[in-house]
């Protein structure tokens, strides 16, 4: 009775924790910085992203998740144990009952790893629950009735789109595209038009800055530096948002194919109460610019982002923990 419940929102990009009681305690990046020589973590979470593209060769910066999933196994329980304990307390006396999100289309070795690293991380129960399912709760999505909900999140690594009804999901599809994608995008634009080479972070910014799913009106601007690919040497270009909106169009293109492939496979009845109610846009990339505008256009189903898109998942997680007994079916077998 003394455990804390505790839901976690273990993403690509960022980890964020929610408590029961508390709401989000935690929102950092998900990152470790280790020693190459003796394998001793030198630093999790925001204090290892400021180390990326930074550090001597003996320590090694890496995101243990990649596309919503675990890839270094030994990485992430380290930076699960830090978290854990950095919300429960280094010596407290009771192991927290953990709740995890995964993506929908996850195979089962990947979800019983994301379970084994969490009890190794100190939890005393772990269960799973798919992010649609979590991030439909996070976002007060009435999911209890007979009645179709759509939900699209986009994260970091992945973009999984569902159609929720009867507190389980109907219909999804799971897309191994998401924020670090479109990222990367940018950077490999910048290279190929600019001769310019810029870090993930510089491309984040780029994106959060000017970025846009749409055509803007008024055209944004912004300055990037980087090393030149001819010569070497730090250099400075200016980039408008029409270039962004260029440069990131093909991840924005397979993210609409994904929600119309969902559309197209979801029941008619269920179908019909999507396209009354539209869908409700969650994750990180919720927040680019005109992408509701974008889903809309290409599928003649109204967009909606949701409150506070970035912790709709975590928020879900923590509640479906809470009300453990309605949800027991629906979470992910392993």
Not at 161 to 177: F, G, M, P, Q, Y
Request: aromatic share 4%; with cysteine.
């Amino acid at each position: 009775m003394f455990s804390k419940y505790i839901g976690i929102d273990l993403g690509t990009a960022n980890v964020l924790v929610y408590v029961k009681g508390r709401g989000i305690v935690l929102n950092e990046p998900s990152v470790v910085a280790y020693s190459e020589t003796d394998s001793r973590v030198v630093a999790v979470g925001s204090h290892a992203r400021q180390m990326l593209g930074r550090t001597p060769r003996r320590i090694n910066v890496s995101r243990p998740m990649r596309d919503g999933v675990i890839a270094d196994y030994l990485v992430t329980e380290a930076m699960l144990r830090y978290f854990i304990g950095k919300v429960v307390g280094k010596y407290s006396l009771f192991r927290p009952i953990v709740m995890v999100c995964i993506p929908a289309g996850v195979t089962n070795v990947e979800s019983r790893a994301v379970l084994d690293a969490t009890i190794q991380a100190g939890a005393k129960e772990a269960h799973l629950i798919a992010e649609p399912l979590a991030a439909a709760i996070g976002a007060n999505v009435p999911i209890s009735s007979p009645s179709g909900n759509m939900i699209v999140d986009i994260g970091g690594g992945t973009c999984e789109a569902a159609v929720i009804s009867l507190n389980d999901i109907v219909v999804s599809k799971s897309l191994r595209i998401g924020g670090n994608k479109i990222d990367e995008m940018i950077a490999t634009y910048a290279r190929r038009k600019y001769n310019l080479i810029i870090g993930d972070r510089t491309a984040e910014e780029i994106k959060w800055a000017i970025g846009s799913a749409l055509p803007l009106d008024r055209e944004l601007e912004v300055e990037i530096r980087g090393r030149d690919t001819i010569d070497g040497l730090p250099k400075t270009r200016l980039m408008n948002s029409t270039e962004v909106t260029e440069a990131i169009s093909e991840a924005l293109a397979q993210i609409v194919t994904s929600v119309k492939a969902v559309l197209e496979d979801t029941p008619p009845e269920l179908a019909a109460d999507v396209a009354d109610k539209g869908m409700i846009l969650t994750g990180g990339g919720a927040l680019l610019r005109n992408l509701d505008r974008l889903l809309s256009v290409e599928t003649g189903v109204p967009a909606y982002v949701a409150d506070d898109p970035l912790t709709c998942v975590a928020i879900g997680a923590g509640r479906a923990l809470e009300h453990f007994p309605i949800f027991r079916d629906s979470l992910t077998p392993v």
